[in-house]
């Protein structure tokens, strides 16, 4: 049996094999924490979906019990969700008016990179699925933006929309990053959705934060009643910021984003945002990590994924995060790191080892 989190090291199952559940995210339901991440095959081939959403369950966080595959990729070649697609970043919501639990994730149709920018939906009765593939789309086509000002609630002309495909957005240059144009590009097809994250709010109202806009924007959007679809009220938050790795909690009434900079599997920088309503106005506070240079400047070298509500314990968040492997997708490590609290902002420092009395310590 386990009695801590060793960082960075193997994590073994019930089997005795590393867990493979990258990309993570956390539901507690009735008792026990649900894990679903992304399964991940050996070596480069392992970038890409080859089995689906993994999902492991634990009553104490420190061992998991592997519960198999939650949502499989599709065999059928005409299906979004074909085996060789990608798969990132699932997230599962129980919804207590459906009684259902709804996965979201991030989906790019096999062979064509990170183009599609699709957001995928699945629905299970049971918490370990199977879950049931609904749709993949782009959210919100045909809505603007809250707080879009009138003069960009129009859509581009001709000209301008060839001036954008012609332009190279894959991660800049960034001074040049059409920040006023791109929702306008998308608003009739929908808007690119790529790293993601949910959040439940107290008063049962979901909420689904996307990298969009070539990455260069987030997106903060609400969900349907039954949080299968956008319902049509959506902010953008700090345009040509390029945030990604969304990951949400609320504390004293306020609610924080811990997010990463954009440059792919490499860890860079987390920056932390505050918000006293959900749709803003977010301000961005700075780096959320505290200790030597080199460690806060990647993260502890490694990316966030999800923050966690330890269950029964007051102000006792963890922030889970991914050293990825890209050469050998499946041998990622997993970084969870104890939120700590400094002159009423949540900041993250680094422990090799720790346990969960580290939140006792600080109450
Ligand atoms: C990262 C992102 C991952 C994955 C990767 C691909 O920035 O957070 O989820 O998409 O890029 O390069």
Redesign the pocket.
Known sequence: MKNCFQNGEIWPDDHGVHINAH?GGMLWHEGAYYWFGEHKVAGEAG?VAKVGVQVYSSRDLYNWKDEGIALAVSDDPQSPMVCGC?L??PKVLFNARTRKFVMWF?LEPKDNG?AGSLSGVAVADKVCGPYQFLRAFRPNAGVWPMNAPGAERNVLDETELARLAAMDLNGGPRPFYPKHRLFRRDFAGGQMA??MALFLDDDGTAYHIYASEGNGTLHLSQLTEDFLAPAGKYIRIFPGRFH??PTIMKWGGKYYLIT?D????APNTARISAAENIFGPWEELGNPCLGPGDQVANTFNS?GTFILPVNGKKDAFIFMADR?NERDAIDGRYVWLPVEFHHGVPMISWHGQWDLSVFDKQA
Request: glycine share 12%.
């Open positions: 990309g970038n990608i990132e970043r991030h990170y790529r790293d990604e790795a990463s954009c440059t792919g599997w990316q990825w």
